[in-house]
């Protein structure tokens, strides 16, 4: 199969281009813009592999599209602009990106009749829930232009399905974490900042609660939608490892041998959401469940940054 993975230089991406390439005969054309969160770096090791295309380019450019997509078999959507707090800043590109690109890679698979297009979402869409979990059934409550922009997407991607017939999947996973993930998001920013001996900024009260699920769970469960998931339905997917932003903080801390003076409480994000919750069991059902346990990944995770300094202080260095 020759896959047309978008976003492949970026963090879920690159995982999931190194477990393909690992794990089947496939090819992979990587189709990336590198942003400031797209990296070369994040794919080292596989350039010599002559399964392994890359192509910069943009997905909202059909005419760059339609020719990197050309010929592939399926498409494994990734790329989007992906913090919170710059869409709060400045939500323009995520708009821009995550439902114009979304529409340009969705209509250019119906045309070059790609036989399945998975888009990679985020719990994010359903909005904040105090109590229980979303399933695939409840409708999108987007409380961020983040995850608004994302919850378009999904929509736009589905359309294509009930319209044109598009054997389209979308993924919902609740927050990633592992190596390669850009010091801006919090576990690498929390931990990067811990071993410079740097406090660390909690959100408001640091009550709030994201379910943590290790990045090569989330691209298992991906491969999985991809290879045996229906056309046209969600697929929830998160570890089960709920916690606080505050218990995170500090099993970083003593991850990192700092102590509680290192941790800054700090003005709440605006319409911070309180807690993102997945019921998991319909892609329980295709038989997954995530494998990693959250104690020992996250041991794993800090020592990855620990021992990779190259990789991140040139992206700590770069507003
Ligand atoms: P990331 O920011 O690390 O990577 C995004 C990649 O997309 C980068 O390589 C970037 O260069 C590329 N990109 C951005 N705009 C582009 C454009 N216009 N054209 C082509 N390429 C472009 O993101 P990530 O954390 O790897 O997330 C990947 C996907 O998973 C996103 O769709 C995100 O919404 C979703 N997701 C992420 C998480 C998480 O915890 N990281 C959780 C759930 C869902």
């Known amino acids: 199969m020759r896959l047309f993975v978008t976003g492949g230089a970026g963090f879920i991406g690159s995982h999931y281009v190194r477990r393909v390439l690992a794990g089947s005969d496939?090819?992979?054309?990587?189709y990336d813009a590198l942003t400031y969160a797209g990296n070369r770096d994040n794919l080292r090791g596989l350039e010599?592999?002559?399964?392994?295309?890359?192509?910069?380019?943009?997905?909202?450019?059909?005419?760059g599209v339609g020719e990197a997509m050309a010929g592939c078999d399926a498409v494994v959507h990734f790329a989007a602009e992906s913090h919170v707090d710059r869409s709060i800043v400045d939500p323009d590109e995520f708009v821009r990106t995550n439902c114009?690109?979304?529409?340009?890679?969705?209509d250019t698979a119906r045309r070059l009749g790609v036989s399945r297009v998975v888009c990679v979402s985020t719990d994010e869409v359903y909005g904040s829930i105090d109590e229980g979990s979303f399933t695939e059934a409840d409708g999108p409550a987007p409380r961020s232009p983040y995850s608004a922009s994302k919850a378009?997407?999904?929509?736009?991607?589905?359309?294509?399905?009930?319209?044109?017939?598009?054997?389209?999947?979308?993924?919902?996973?609740?927050?990633?974490?592992?190596?390669?993930q850009h010091p801006e998001k919090v576990i690498p920013l929390f931990t990067t900042n811990l071993l410079d001996g740097l406090a660390v900024p909690l959100y408001?009260?640091?009550?709030?609660?994201?379910?943590?699920?290790?990045?090569?769970?989330?691209?298992?469960?991906?491969?999985?939608?991809?290879?045996?998931?229906?056309?046209?339905?969600?697929?929830?997917?998160?570890?089960?490892?709920?916690?606080?932003?505050r218990d995170l903080a500090n099993r970083l801390l003593v991850l990192c041998g700092r102590d509680e003076s290192f941790i800054r409480l700090v003005a709440d994000r605006l319409g911070h959401d309180r807690r993102y919750s997945v019921d998991t069991t319909k892609v329980a059902g295709l038989g997954w469940s995530p494998i990693?346990?959250?104690?020992?990944?996250?041991?794993?995770?800090v020592d990855w940054y620990r021992h990779n300094r190259w990789w991140w202080e040139p992206l700590k260095a770069t507003p």
Do not use: K, M
């Not at 496939?26 to 990587?30: A, H, I, L, S």
């Not at 589905?158 to 390669?180: C, D, I, K, M, Q």
């Open 26 to 30: 496939d090819t992979v054309v990587v």
């Open 48 to 63: 010599g592999d002559p399964r392994l295309v890359f192509i910069r380019g943009d997905v909202c450019d059909r005419a």
């Open 152 to 180: 378009g997407a999904d929509l736009i991607a589905l359309a294509y399905r009930e319209t044109h017939g598009l054997p389209v999947v979308v993924t919902r996973s609740s927050n990633n974490f592992g190596p390669y």
């Open 292 to 301: 990693r346990q959250l104690e020992e990944a996250l041991a794993a995770t």
């Open 100 to 106: 114009g690109g979304t529409n340009v890679v969705c």
């Open 204 to 245: 408001g009260d640091g009550d709030n609660v994201r379910d943590w699920c290790h990045v090569e769970d989330n691209c298992a469960a991906i491969d999985l939608v991809l290879r045996q998931g229906q056309p046209g339905e969600i697929y929830n997917i998160g570890g089960g490892n709920e916690l606080t932003n």
